[in-house]
Nanobody, 128 residues
Framework: QVQLVESGGGLVQAGDSLRLACAVS????????MGWFRQAPGKEREFVAA????????IYADSVKGRFTISRDNAKATVYLQMNSLTPEDTAVYYC?????????????????????WGQGTQVTVPS
């Protein structure tokens, strides 16, 4: 059973930055595309960003484009989400997810049902 463990969430002020990390327990990490999703209070979970197996392909939700950056370190089996210029609208529980069915050069996907394993989530709070 693959395990995903997020870290790096917290309480920050508007305009601040945070970097989330998601460590994966599987040594074949480079075989997986990875994604970040978030769920704000009272809202559906939504896509944030995703990265392909090689790291060369990334996609972002329009709401975070230009502010957030997803990256991966295959040697550490970890995916990151650098979040800059945070706003209260970014307040949510952030989840990382693993897609084990993507080919090496296929672009990552933004739909929840594409992902096979999920982390437990980490809270990010930006007070208004």
């Amino acid at each position: 059973q693959v395990q995903l463990v997020e870290s790096g969430g917290g309480l920050v002020q508007a305009g601040d930055s945070l970097r989330l990390a998601c460590a994966v327990s599987d040594l074949t990490f480079s075989s997986y595309a990875m994604g970040w999703f978030r769920q704000a209070p009272g809202k559906e979970r939504e896509f944030v960003a995703a990265i392909g197996r090689s790291g060369a392909q990334t996609i972002y939700a329009d709401s975070v484009k230009g502010r957030f950056t997803i990256s991966r370190d295959n040697a550490k089996a970890t995916v990151y989400l650098q979040m800059n210029s945070l706003t209260p609208e970014d307040t949510a529980v952030y989840y990382c997810a693993l897609d084990q069915r993507r080919a090496l050069w296929s672009p990552p996907r933004s739909t929840e049902n594409a992902y096979d394993y999920w982390g437990q989530g980490t809270q990010v709070t930006v007070p208004s």
